[in-house]
């Protein structure tokens, strides 16, 4: 990750921002259209984009994201307070990761595994290289 140093002209103050991040390499350890990799607790988190501002939590492993396989290539995805998932997800292998797609229709996200225990989500197919630069972050929880 790369810091952006932005200096305002006016003596020394300066203001740090990160720049988005970069288009992960995907890991050659994870077949991404398959339902195995994706079982189990994971927390997510999405990166801030400024210095000294914590990352914005949305699960963590105390009160994790679920997935289970609802067979090889399909998942049921149960947030941190679910107790019954939706209707399932099929995993489509798409350029170096794998399109969600709800089987009762809604929208479409797009999973890159980073290594076995680390996977970005988009709620897009990523098309752009600024598109990389905001993903959910899923971290395998022990």
């Excluded at 002209?9 to 988005?20: I, Q």
């Excluded at 399909?74 to 107790?83: N, T």
């Excluded at 019954?84 to 292998?93: F, I, R, S, W």
């Excluded at 890159?112 to 598109?131: C, H, K, M, R, S």
């Amino acid at each position: 990750m790369r810091l952006l140093v932005v200096a305002t002209g006016l003596g020394t103050t300066a203001a740090f921002a990160l720049t988005p991040l970069p288009k992960p390499a995907a890991s050659a350890e994870v077949e991404a259209g398959k339902s195995a990799p994706y079982v189990g607790a994971w927390s997510v988190s999405m990166p801030t984009m400024e210095v000294g501002t914590r990352d914005t939590d949305y699960a963590i492993c105390t009160l994790p994201v679920r997935i289970e396989a609802a067979n090889e290539t399909h998942i049921f995805y149960l947030g941190p307070r679910d107790v019954e998932a939706d209707a399932a997800m099929e995993l489509v292998p798409d350029q170096v990761g794998a399109r969600w797609e709800p089987i009762a229709g809604g929208p479409i996200f797009f999973a890159i595994w980073i290594n076995p225990d680390t996977f970005y989500l988009y709620d897009t197919v990523p098309e752009t290289d600024a598109d990389w630069g905001m993903p959910f972050v899923y971290r395998r929880c022990e």
